[in-house]
C-alpha cells in the first residue's frame, strides 16, 4: 500500500486538507488503519488529470495490441499478489478468505476477458448499394469515465468498470466506497506498476455526499457508471441528465428463488442457503426470497433452519468460518430494524433475528445470525425492500402462473432462480421472468463474457460481456466515396455550370 492514497496525474498525493477516514475492522469493531480522504477540489483535479490525458494525450490512441498486453500485466502482478489482495479485501469487507480469493481470482478472469475482446473486435463495413462507396462502423474510446463502486465486492465491483474502460482507450476516475476502500487503492498501485500511463487511471475516495457533485455534475465528464442503491443512483442519473451525459446504474435487487415440488431436494436445499447467506446476504444478487410450492413448504423451510443454524461464522480471517461479520454498523442496525418489522407485520421468525450467541465471536464484531421469516406476502416491507443482509422471506405459491407473478412482482429485476427437473416448465419460467439473470437449477455464478445487469428499478446498462465494453465507447459511421464525383443536385450542364 502506497503511504497516500489518492492517485491523481500519476502521483501518489494526500488530500488537499490532509483529511482521513478510519477503515473498521467489521470482525472487531476497531480501527484497524487510516486513509486519506478527498475533498471535491481533490475530485476536481482528478477529473482534469482524466480530461486532459484524454484530449491531449497518447492513450486514446495506443494501439490495441498495447492496450491487451497492459491488461495482462496488471492479471499477473494480481496473480502474484493474490494472497495479501485477499487479506486486505477480508480485513476491510470481513468476507472470508476463500471469498476474497474467489473474488480475486474473478478479477483476473475480467482483466483476461476484456484483453482478449478488444484483440477480436473489428470495424463493422456496410454495404449502402452505392459503387464506390466504403462505408464503415468503427468504435472509439467514450472519452472520461467517473467510476462509482460499492462495499461489498470492492475490488471485483470497480475491475468491471476500470478493465472495459482501459480496454477502450478511456481515461477515468475510480471512486471506491469509503467503507471499503483498501483493495482498490492497492490494484491502482498494481496498475501503476503495470503501466497505466499517468492520467489514465485517476483514484479519490470518500463519503458521495462530498464527492458526488464534483465527480458528477460537470461537462468534463463523459460517462458515468455506479453500483450502489436506489436512492443515490436516482440522484447520479438526475443530474448525469442535466449535461446529457451518458450513464449507466446497477442498483441491486430483490430477487426470487422459486421451487417447485420436482426440484432435486439436496441441492435446492444447499444453494438456497448459499444464495442467501453467502457474504451474510451482502450481495446484489443474494436470493432473498424464498417462493416454494405448498405441498413442500414446511418441510423445506424446516430443512433450510436446520442448515441455517449449523453455519459457522467468525472473523473471515480464520479459514473455519463459513461467513463473516456485516460490514459495518450501520449495517448491522439496518437488519435489526428489518427485524422488529417483519415481526411487526406478522411474518414468523423461525431461527436468527439477531446478534449471534456463539462462542468464539468478538462482541464488538458487526455479527447478525443467518435469519429466515416464514409465511411472508409480497405486501411485506421485508419482503419489498432490498435487505442487503442474511435474512431469508419464504412465501408460498400452488401454480406455476402463482410462482411467475410472485417472481415479477418487485420494483427490481436484478437476478432469479428457478429450481424443477421439469425442462419445458423451467423454460417458460426463465422466459416469462422479468429479471437480468436467471439461474435454471443453479443459482450465484456469472461468466465476465455474459452481460451483467437488470431491469426495472435494479438500474439500466449492462457491465460484462461485449456490451459491457460498447458501454465505454461510442459508435462512428464512416462514409468513404473512393471515386467522388459531382450530384449535380443543383447544377446541371445545360445551365452552364460544370
Request: some cysteine; overall charge negative; glycine content about 10%.
Amino acid at each position: 500500500m502506497p503511504d497516500a492514497h489518492l492517485h491523481i496525474a500519476g502521483r501518489w498525493r494526500h488530500a488537499a486538507d490532509a483529511g482521513t477516514r478510519d477503515v473498521v475492522n467489521p470482525a472487531t469493531g476497531s480501527v484497524f488503519t487510516r486513509v486519506d480522504e478527498a475533498t471535491p477540489a481533490d475530485a476536481t483535479a482528478a477529473i482534469a488529470s482524466a480530461r486532459a490525458t484524454f484530449d491531449d494525450g497518447a492513450w486514446p490512441g495506443t494501439p490495441v495490441t498495447e492496450r491487451a498486453a497492459l491488461l495482462r500485466r496488471i492479471a499477473d502482478l494480481l496473480v502474484l499478489n493474490k494472497a495479501e489482495m485477499a487479506r486486505i479485501e477480508t480485513l476491510d469487507t470481513g468476507k472470508t478468505v476463500a471469498e476474497s480469493e474467489i473474488d480475486m481470482d474473478d478479477v483476473e478472469s475480467v482483466l483476461r476477458y476484456y484483453a482478449a475482446l478488444i484483440e477480436t473486435e473489428s470495424d463493422r463495413v456496410v454495404d449502402v448499394g452505392v459503387p464506390g462507396v466504403i462505408s464503415r462502423v468503427v468504435r472509439e474510446p467514450i472519452g472520461v469515465c467517473v467510476m462509482i463502486a460499492p462495499w461489498n465486492y470492492p475490488l471485483l465491483q470497480i475491475s468491471w468498470k476500470i478493465a472495459p474502460a482501459l480496454a477502450a482507450g478511456c481515461t477515468m476516475v475510480a471512486k471506491p466506497s469509503e467503507v471499503t476502500p483498501l483493495s482498490t487503492i492497492a490494484f491502482v498501485e498494481l496498475c501503476s506498476r503495470a503501466g497505466v500511463p499517468p492520467g489514465v487511471l485517476n483514484l479519490v475516495q470518500g463519503a458521495g455526499s462530498t464527492l458526488g457533485d464534483a465527480l458528477t455534475d460537470t461537462d468534463d465528464v463523459d460517462f458515468i457508471s455506479f453500483t450502489g442503491g436506489l436512492a443515490t443512483g436516482r440522484i447520479i442519473s438526475e443530474v448525469a441528465a442535466r449535461h446529457v451525459t451518458k450513464v449507466a446504474v446497477e442498483l441491486g435487487g430483490k430477487n426470487p428463488h422459486i421451487v417447485f415440488p420436482d426440484a432435486d431436494w439436496e441441492s435446492s436445499v444447499d444453494q438456497v442457503l448459499t444464495g442467501v447467506f453467502l457474504h451474510s446476504g451482502q450481495v446484489c444478487s443474494s436470493g432473498t426470497r424464498l417462493i416454494v410450492h405448498a405441498s413442500i413448504a414446511d418441510d423445506f423451510v424446516d430443512a433450510l433452519v436446520a442448515g441455517a443454524e449449523q453455519i459457522v461464522m467468525g472473523d473471515g480471517l480464520d479459514p473455519a468460518s463459513k461467513t463473516g461479520p456485516l460490514v459495518s454498523a450501520a449495517q448491522l442496525a439496518k437488519m435489526e430494524e428489518f427485524v422488529e418489522s417483519a415481526k411487526a407485520e406478522g411474518a414468523v421468525l423461525r431461527t436468527g433475528g439477531g446478534r449471534p450467541d456463539r462462542d468464539g465471536l468478538d462482541p464488538a464484531g458487526y455479527y447478525f445470525a443467518p435469519t429466515i421469516f416464514d409465511h411472508c406476502d409480497a405486501t411485506m416491507r421485508i419482503v419489498r425492500d432490498e435487505t442487503f443482509g442474511p435474512i431469508l422471506t419464504v412465501e408460498r405459491f400452488d401454480t406455476e402462473e402463482q410462482a411467475l407473478a410472485l417472481g415479477n412482482d418487485t420494483d427490481y429485476g436484478l437476478a432469479a432462480g428457478v429450481r424443477t427437473s421439469d425442462a419445458a416448465l423451467g423454460e417458460r419460467m426463465v422466459r416469462g421472468l422479468r429479471h437480468g439473470t436467471v439461474w435454471l437449477n443453479d443459482f450465484g455464478y456469472y461468466t465476465p463474457a455474459a452481460e451483467w445487469g437488470g431491469f426495472g428499478k435494479s438500474g439500466n446498462g449492462r457491465e460484462l460481456g461485449p456490451t459491457g465494453l460498447a458501454e465505454y465507447q461510442e459508435t462512428k459511421h464512416i462514409w468513404h466515396n473512393t471515386a467522388p464525383a459531382p450530384s449535380r443536385w443543383f447544377t446541371s450542364t445545360e445551365d452552364g455550370v460544370q
